[in-house]
């Protein structure tokens, strides 16, 4: 039996107001994800901080990753970035595919 992945789920202080982060949170977990939804986090730091502590195989982020810092600091992590629900529920299922068959 495969484990759920485990995904963060945050936006940055720049993401567009009504991202649709909480209806992304929503989506993901009736296709069976495991999400840890962090709300508005200030910047990547944060973000990166967030995925220290709670171990997640992926960090969905909107609306994107700022040059590629939080995928630096946090090796092994896939990171997608999205500005829509849909575009977040699509990136986030891709990412996690590979992730899901075995436990972490």
């Known amino acids: ?19 649709g982060s909480p209806e992304l949170a929503r989506a993901l977990r009736d296709e069976g994800i495991e999400v840890i939804y962090a709300g508005v986090l200030g910047d990547a730091a944060e973000v990166v901080g967030a995925a220290v502590q709670e171990d997640p ?16 600091a946090l090796e092994g ?23 899901s068959r075995a436990p972490r």
Do not use: H, N, Y
């Open 1 to 19: 039996m495969s484990v759920p992945p485990r995904v963060l789920l945050a936006a940055l202080e720049s993401a567009p107001e009504g991202d």
């Open 57 to 72: 195989a992926v960090v969905a982020v909107s609306p994107a990753d700022p040059g590629g810092v939080i995928a630096a």
């Open 77 to 99: 992590v896939e990171v997608v970035g999205f500005r829509t629900v849909q575009e977040g529920l699509e990136r986030v299922k891709m990412a996690t595919v590979s992730r």
